[in-house]
């Protein structure tokens, strides 16, 4: 497997995350019959939240992860980034959804989210300079 095969499957994997999440919210706004917005409906609202902030994190990190693997970084750079970007939306998105309020799998996805972020952030600044 190369690093670019690391990318493509990090990519699809949060690529499938971001379709189930979406599934989620239209699962949701069926059930409680609103098309537009959330209506009030706390369900609902946690389901865009979940789904909202893994858009927010996931495009990111991947244009990062693309970045390592078209900079050459070794592969179990590539690796470590992807694995602590999936493993750590998947934790938020499970956190998040059993509660609005703090929780471990809400805490620990986050923390796992900033920390692909920045080690991926920080190895291309690396390779940049050097």
């Not at 209506?39 to 991947?62: F, I, M, Q, S, W």
Request: hydrophobic share 50%; charged share 10%; proline share 2%.
């Amino acid at each position: 497997m190369t690093a670019l095969d690391a990318f493509a499957l990090y990519t699809g994997l949060n690529g499938l995350l971001l379709i189930a999440l979406a599934y989620n919210v239209i699962r949701h706004r069926q059930r409680a019959k609103i098309g537009f917005g959330t209506g009030g409906d706390e369900k609902l609202e946690l389901a865009c939240r979940v789904h909202g902030n893994a858009v927010e994190y996931v495009p990111v990190t991947l244009i990062i992860i693309g970045a390592l693997a078209m900079t050459s970084a070794p592969i179990l750079v590539v690796h470590g980034v992807g694995i602590t970007l999936t493993v750590g939306r998947g934790l938020h998105a499970w956190g998040l959804s059993t509660s609005s309020g703090t929780s471990p799998g809400r805490f620990i996805g986050t923390l796992l989210s900033w920390i692909s972020i920045v080690i991926g952030s920080l190895f291309l600044i690396w390779t940049a300079i050097s």
